[in-house]
T-cell receptor
Framework: AQSVTQLGSHVSVSEGALVLLRCNYS??????LFWYVQYPNQGLQLLLKYTTGATLVKGINGFEAEFKKSETSFHLTKPSAHMSDAAEYFCAVSDDGNNRLAFGKGNQVVVIP | DTGVSQNPRHKITKRGQNVTFRCDPI?????LYWYRQTLGQGPEFLTY????????KSRLLSDRFSAERPKGSFSTLEIQRTEQGDSAMYLCASSPNTGNTEAFFGQGTRLTVV
């Protein structure tokens, strides 16, 4: 069965600094990988996804993630944090692309002015 | 609003009561998913439908949980004889029929069992 590990429930980052959220997955087949963002009182919103092809995936709001099979990782980055990036971020994996997702515990990102 | 709609947004119930939540997916989305999210955890997959057919229900948490999608449009999730451990956010999502497509999530129904 697939699973995701996200370490560090709360992540603080200074405005303008690099955002790095780590995600490691476990899957018995080539995975489909996702990052979702959840703003307060809103539904989960897809940031980006990896299915096949290019391992560096660009998403909305300046985020990107790189699939590294050898490291079983799909870390999320953004070069320069903005106050509006304060939210909870979830990494998720699917083994068949059918949106039956296994989510990590999430990272609550706080942006410090 | 053409997004996924969930009702009610909040539900407080006494232990032992039955509750039912409704999800209206984006129109023309064939697939509908239910997830549960407890405090400090990511969403946990429960079940999903392809039109009116429930394709997987093994992840439903107990036989007190059931879901229906009778006409292939809206869906209901029922919890019978609620327990305090059922307190959580229940999320619904929908997607088009084909694979590799984005699932759109509703805002969820927050259940509190007292």
């Amino acid at each position: 069965a697939q699973s995701v590990t996200q370490l560090g429930s709360h992540v603080s980052v200074s405005e303008g600094a690099l955002v790095l959220l780590r995600c490691n997955y476990s899957s018995s087949v080539p995975p489909y990988l996702f990052w979702y963002v959840q703003y307060p009182n809103q539904g989960l919103q897809l940031l980006l996804k990896y299915t096949t092809g290019a391992t560096l995936v660009k998403g909305i709001n300046g985020f990107e993630a790189e699939f590294k099979k050898s490291e079983t990782s799909f870390h999320l980055t953004k070069p320069s944090a903005h106050m509006s990036d304060a939210a909870e971020y979830f990494c998720a994996v699917s083994d068949d692309g059918n949106n039956r997702l296994a989510f990590g515990k999430g990272n609550q990102v706080v942006v410090i002015p | 609003d053409t997004g996924v709609s969930q009702n009610p947004r909040h539900k407080i119930t006494k232990r032992g009561q039955n509750v039912t939540f409704r999800c209206d997916p984006i129109s023309e989305h064939n697939r509908l998913y239910w997830y549960r999210q407890t405090l400090g955890q990511g969403p946990e997959f429960l079940t999903y439908f392809q039109n009116e057919a429930q394709l997987e229900k093994s992840r439903l948490l107990s036989d007190r949980f059931s879901a229906e999608r009778p006409k292939g449009s809206f869906s209901t999730l029922e919890i019978q004889r609620t327990e305090q451990g059922d307190s959580a956010m229940y999320l619904c999502a929908s997607s088009p029929n084909t694979g590799n497509t984005e699932a759109f999530f509703g805002q969820g129904t927050r259940l509190t069992v007292v």
